[in-house]
């Protein structure tokens, strides 16, 4: 009996040691995941691109002017292509929704890789996502004056959706259910998820709608494959009448787009702002103040900008060569 208890307490003893390890070993691996985890945590990532395995990429045009035309339906911005020289990150377009309001996009992410440990799956490659920043900046068109800012990545979370933007270039504005939107194709930031939806955001409200997968890129192409021809047009027109100031090749010069969701209206993307606001005696009638602005910011950012007009009214081909004409005859 008394054999038997001291065998007992032996055991138990043996147990208490054995889960006390256990504890320890557990409790230190959990304290140095911990202690790795707060090292990579998002916010303290400031050169995460100079960090073994880690990138970062996302989004940023930055708005600097607007102004709405005589005709009070076509307007234009102007946005800083410079962008700390982040070609991963250059967006030189400016997201707009007529006449009202020009959005502003600030999108960035981590993706950090790691060897999958998953049974069966040695070797492979499985990737971590984290957002950084993603906001968004509503401007006044007519004044430049900044109304709003839009925390889109606090708006998820408060809607237990851990999704990221699909396609960095795939943001629009649209019209959704009466209320001028920030849409985007989503999907989920575990890489296991390959389910999609769509994201829209109110300007006004900030309200998110959650929608199913409408391929917004795909769309916005699709309305644009008429001008393909046109713009063909429009570089040969340009290579003939190349000036020997013009700091750009035609293809790259000038863009002309269906906008978007926005029925009747066309937009010219311009690269040589410079050169179109001192020789385009067309465009600065259609905008009084387009010069004035632009020497502002000139002398605040002492950057490259591209500027892009807006027009109404299903303005044709030639409507638009007329404009591009007045730009390069000089």
Not at 144 to 149: H, Q
């Amino acid at each position: 009996m008394k054999r038997d208890i001291q065998i007992s307490l032996l055991l138990i003893f043996s147990l208490c040691i054995v889960i006390y390890i256990t504890n320890w070993n557990d409790s230190k691996e959990n304290r140095k995941y911990r202690e790795l985890q707060e090292k990579i945590r998002v916010y303290d990532l400031k050169n995460a691109e100079e960090l073994p395995n880690y990138i970062t990429w996302g989004i940023k045009n930055k708005f600097c002017a607007s102004g709405i035309g005589r005709d009070q339906k076509s307007y234009y911005t102007i946005q800083d292509t410079n962008n700390n020289n982040n070609e991963e990150s250059k967006v030189t377009y400016m997201l707009t929704v007529p006449t009202k309001y020009a959005v502003e996009v600030n999108l960035e992410m981590v993706s950090k890789r790691e060897s999958d440990s998953t049974i069966g799956k040695t070797g492979s490659i499985v990737i971590e996502r984290e957002m950084v920043e993603f906001a968004a900046s509503v401007f006044d068109l007519e004044t430049g004056e900044l109304l709003n800012t839009i925390y889109i990545d606090r708006i998820l979370k408060l809607h237990n959706l851990n999704v990221m933007p699909f396609d960095c270039t795939g943001f629009v504005t649209c019209n959704y259910n009466g209320k001028p939107c920030l849409a985007f194709d989503a999907e989920a930031m575990d890489g296991y998820d390959n389910s999609k939806s769509t994201i829209y955001i109110d300007l006004e409200s900030s309200e998110l709608f959650e929608e199913k997968y409408y391929n917004l890129k795909e769309n916005i192409e699709s309305k644009n494959k008429n001008n393909l021809d046109f713009l063909k047009k429009i570089d040969g027109f340009t290579e003939k009448n190349k000036r020997y100031s013009d700091l750009y090749d035609s293809d790259e010069r000038y863009s002309v787009e269906n906008f978007g969701f926005w029925e009747g209206y066309r937009k010219i993307h311009l690269m040589d702002v410079s050169n179109t606001i001192e020789n385009n005696e067309k465009i600065n009638y259609m905008f009084p103040d387009l010069k004035e602005n632009y020497k502002k910011i000139s002398n605040e950012y002492n950057n490259s900008f591209s500027l892009d007009i807006v027009l109404s009214g299903n303005p044709s081909d030639d409507e638009i060569l007329n404009i591009i004409e007045s730009d390069i005859s000089k």
